[in-house]
């Protein structure tokens, strides 16, 4: 019970390191996420409101909707709504808004590493660091030894024999 306790612990700080020292990374990527869950969260969400593959379901906030809407003009937003329910043309906007997001997962992912990038190495981009920058720095020693343990995990996961 003790390790899960510290091992929650650690996430916990682990979380808290990232939001404080990225926090517009952790923005955009969260964004992201979301966009690149929309094949799966769209048509839930479609669901729920009241959109289905034969129209919209009776006493929903779709229902609701296409009431207060009288006659439904094609390309408007219920219609693009309903279509997607029911697998037409609109439901590929779904990839599309995923293909972006994972773009933009990319994108926050490698500004972190370019961020931290830039606080490890001393003396190229002086001026920009900052002074809590400076404090969060690794010594070269760590960065050594950091390199030293993944050669030895890469060097032992080489000799698995798969046969």
Known sequence: MEHLRKSASSMVSFGQ????????????????LALAAAPITGPVILGAVGFSATGPVAASLAAAWQ??????QAGSLFATLQG?????????AFTTVSNIGLAIVGSAAMGTQLTDKKK?????HD????????DHEESPRQISDTDDSLNTEFARMLRIDMS
């Open 17 to 32: 390191n990232v939001i404080r020292e990225h926090p517009k990374s952790l923005a955009v990527g969260s964004t992201g």
């Open 67 to 72: 009431s207060s809407l009288g006659a439904v």
């Open 84 to 92: 997607a329910a029911m697998g037409g043309a609109a439901s590929g």
């Open 120 to 124: 490890r190495i001393p003396g190229e």
């Open 127 to 134: 001026n920009e660091y900052s002074s809590e920058a400076k």
